[in-house]
């Protein structure tokens, strides 16, 4: 499709691959959008309101079933796509594992976060992120297991405690 499509306009190609039907819609929104799907096709189309700049106002445009399920169903996703480029653990690596468990350290932070924030609604990500970093640093700060020789105080203690 090209750019002078008439915003809303949509065309659907259908392919049948070893028996099964394999739907590929392109809508024109404000761009271009194709969609694939063995789910669901582009009828029935239903109506969607956008604002046109040209005309300062909002329009009804066609959209595709294809779009309107797409939007339902992936919003999660995208949702976490997005968290993820604001907030990412910047360590570079030519070690694709190590990409993958930060990757994987990332996706676990935003999803307590998103089951911490039922509890606190007004906690944004980058507070609980820092809150989170803060915690973990001084996690067993004060451990009274040392390496090297024990100070006298830790030895009279111990020389206590076999007495009784």
Same mark, same amino acid.
């Given at each position: 499709?090209? *750019?002078?499509?008439?915003?809303?306009?949509?065309?659907? =190609?259908?392919? /049948?691959?070893?028996? &099964? /039907?394999?739907?590929?819609?392109?809508?024109?929104?404000?761009?271009?959008? +194709?969609?694939? $799907? +063995?789910?669901?096709?582009?009828?029935?189309?239903? +109506?969607?309101?956008?604002?046109?700049?040209?005309?300062?106002? =909002?329009? $009804?445009?066609?959209?595709?079933?294809?779009?309107? *399920?797409?939007?339902?169903?992936?919003?999660?996703? /995208?949702?976490? *796509?997005?968290?993820?480029?604001?907030?990412?653990?910047?360590?570079?690596?030519?070690?694709?594992?190590?990409? &993958?468990?930060?990757?994987?350290?990332?996706?676990?932070?935003?999803?307590?976060?998103?089951?911490? !924030?039922?509890?606190?609604?007004?906690?944004?990500?980058? /507070?609980?992120?820092?809150?989170?970093?803060?915690?973990?640093?001084?996690?067993? !700060?004060? *451990? +009274?297991?040392?390496?090297?020789?024990? $100070?006298?105080?830790?030895?009279?203690?111990?020389?206590?405690?076999?007495?009784?």
């Amino acid at each position: 499709m090209k *750019d002078s499509i008439v915003r809303g306009t949509y065309e659907e =190609q259908v392919a /049948d691959y070893e028996g &099964l /039907d394999i739907s590929v819609t392109c809508w024109k929104d404000n761009k271009v959008v +194709t969609l694939a $799907s +063995t789910y669901v096709g582009s009828e029935p189309a239903e +109506t969607v309101n956008r604002y046109d700049k040209k005309q300062k106002k =909002q329009i $009804s445009i066609a959209c595709p079933k294809i779009v309107k *399920d797409y939007n339902v169903h992936m919003g999660g996703v /995208d949702l976490m *796509d997005s968290f993820l480029g604001r907030y990412k653990i910047r360590i570079k690596s030519r070690k694709w594992y190590i990409r &993958l468990f930060y990757h994987m350290v990332d996706m676990a932070v935003i999803n307590y976060w998103i089951l911490y !924030k039922k509890k606190y609604p007004n906690l944004t990500l980058e /507070d609980y992120r820092s809150e989170l970093a803060e915690t973990l640093c001084s996690y067993k !700060k004060y *451990d +009274t297991n040392k390496r090297g020789r024990p $100070s006298s105080n830790n030895v009279e203690r111990v020389i206590e405690a076999k007495k009784h």
